[in-house]
């Protein structure tokens, strides 16, 4: 596992809590939350393709084959 996926992980965090906060100190509490939660969507995403790619190491190490008998 790269290490600079958790750094990319962490930057997505850091800034999602800066504009939160900047935000929510402006009187803007419902865009900080629609800040918050695209935060978090876009670490989603980061992490499910690094799920994809685990699944696509496995299928490939036990080399599963669509065999129909």
């Given at each position: 596992m790269d290490v600079e996926i958790i750094f990319k992980i962490a930057a997505v965090g850091i800034l999602t809590v800066v504009v939160s906060?900047?935000?929510?100190n402006s009187g803007k509490?419902?865009?900080?939350?629609?800040?918050t939660l695209a935060g978090v969507v876009v670490t989603l995403f980061m992490v499910l393709g690094m799920i994809s790619e685990l699944f696509d190491t496995i299928r490939t190490m036990f080399n599963f084959?669509?065999?129909?008998?």
């Open positions: 906060q900047i935000l929510k509490d419902d865009i900080s939350t629609l800040a084959s669509l065999v129909y008998f």
